[in-house]
């Protein structure tokens, strides 16, 4: 059974950036056919996909956040990685990780529980 | 973008009720839609995919449809543990685009 958890600060000050790590257990993350992504959720608001990464380093970021985002990953410790810079409190939000099955067309199966992130001073 | 309009945003239905759920695309995704329904503190759960292929698992009451590019799911008899809020997501491109949601309440 493959998990997922997010981990990282859980409050960020405005202008510094943001990193949240995913570790990847049950499943190998170099395991190709799947997109490593990042998903976020602003305080009673909707789902944002934020981008996504492949095993062989390829990524993919929301236009509206590539400027700022970096999407790493790490096969060696089966996690991946999220540096959102130049944080506001726009960018306050629960951070979820999750599996992307692009080739088998059935969306996010796995998810982490998610790790809220405060951008306040 | 492709932009997925949910409707209703809430709904406030009883115990037994059945209750429609609606996802238009802005354009064609051919059957690339999932369902998922999000509770507090816990991360988002599938409950299907290929516009109307049921989650493994996932109770029988739940039932995705589609017509062209409107896309519905459904809950034939609503049960305690359904009250949530409820998400379509776009797979067929990138970014990836999710409904804006819909909160199940108890009436």
């Known amino acids: 059974q493959v998990q997922l958890q997010e981990s990282g600060p859980g409050l960020v000050k405005p202008s510094q950036t943001l990193s949240l790590t995913c570790t990847v257990s049950?499943?190998?993350?170099?395991?190709?056919?799947?997109?490593w992504s990042w998903i976020r959720q602003h305080p009673g608001m909707g789902l944002e996909w934020i981008g996504y990464i492949y095993y062989s380093g390829t990524t993919y970021y929301n236009p509206s956040l590539k400027s700022r985002l970096t999407i790493s990953i790490d096969t060696s410790k089966n996690q991946f990685s999220l540096n959102l810079t130049s944080v506001t409190a726009a960018d306050t939000a629960v951070y979820y990780c999750a599996r992307d099955h692009p080739f088998d067309n059935s969306g996010f199966y796995y998810w982490g529980q998610g790790a809220l992130v405060t951008v306040s001073s | 973008d492709i932009q997925m309009t949910q409707s209703p945003s809430s709904l406030s239905a009883s115990i037994g009720d059945r209750v429609t759920i609606t996802c238009r695309a802005s354009q064609g995704i051919r059957n690339h839609l999932s369902w998922y329904q999000l509770k507090p503190g816990k991360g988002p759960k599938r409950l299907i995919h290929a516009a109307s292929t049921l989650q493994s698992g996932v109770s029988s009451r739940f039932s995705g449809s589609a017509s062209g590019t409107e896309f519905t799911l459904t809950i034939s008899s609503l049960q305690p543990e359904d009250f949530a809020t409820y998400y379509c997501l776009q797979h067929n491109s990138f970014p990836r685009t999710f409904g804006q949601g819909t909160k199940v309440e108890i009436k």
């Open positions: 049950g499943g190998s993350i170099s395991r190709g056919g799947y997109y």
